[in-house]
């Protein structure tokens, strides 16, 4: 069955630190993948996407992810947190023709602190 | 640019009422969908539209309704509301079917059932 995890349900990082979410899908055909950020009582923004093309993708606000078929992985990475990265960080995935529908992990809570 | 908007967003029910959840999306785009969002389960799929007059289930429908009234509309029926239908609830539009577009979201309407 097709799957999204995301490892640690809570990040707590410093100011000036890497900042890393791990997402791992589970499929046997091509995905395309998307990272969302979820700010408290809003809803969810594209922070990056990969369809097809070069491996590492970067996105808004300094993040940046990489595709790795033979991890199954795409993990969200950015170099230096700043305090305003806070918020919650959703991996999902979809495939070629499914109507668009995204299977989501459960979520990451990023917290930065000063 | 207004987006995906969606009303109400807030919203208290007894159990055993009715109520509609609305989204219009000004982006002329032909796929909408509509999530719900619980503590640790990420957002599920309720149902989906790929283009006006259709409709389809997606991975957790039982208990709703949905209507896409034209191409900018997409409603979501409660016909009994019931406890486990607490919940946010958001609505997504897409530029195609295919899933290689990003879905753009409203910011979500939050229902409790009491």
């Known amino acids: 069955a097709q799957s999204v995890t995301q490892l640690g349900s809570h990040v707590s990082v410093s100011e000036g630190a890497l900042v890393l979410l791990r997402c791992n899908y589970s499929?046997?055909?091509?995905?395309?993948l998307f990272w969302y950020v979820q700010y408290p009582n809003q809803g969810l923004q594209l922070l990056l996407k990969y369809t097809t093309g070069a491996t590492l993708v970067k996105g808004i606000n300094g993040f940046e992810a990489e595709f790795k078929k033979s991890e199954t992985s795409f993990h969200l990475t950015k170099p230096s947190a700043h305090m305003s990265d806070a918020a919650e960080y959703f991996c999902a995935v979809t495939f070629y023709n499914q109507g668009g529908k995204l299977i989501f992990g459960q979520g990451t809570e990023l917290s930065v602190k000063p | 640019n207004a987006g995906v908007t969606q009303t109400p967003k807030f919203q208290v029910l007894k159990t055993g009422q009715s109520m509609t959840l609305q989204c219009a999306q000004d982006m002329n785009h032909n796929s909408m969908y509509w999530y719900r969002q619980d503590p640790g389960m990420g957002l599920r799929l309720i149902y989906y539209s790929a283009s006006e007059g259709t409709t389809d289930k997606g991975e957790v429908p039982n208990g709703y309704n949905v209507s896409r009234l034209n191409k900018r509309e997409f409603s979501l029926r409660l016909e009994s509301a019931a406890p486990s239908q607490t919940s946010v609830y958001f609505c997504a539009s897409s530029e195609d079917r295919l899933g290689n577009q990003p879905q753009h979201f409203g910011d979500g309407t939050r229902l409790s059932i009491l």
């Open positions: 499929s046997s055909v091509p995905p395309y």
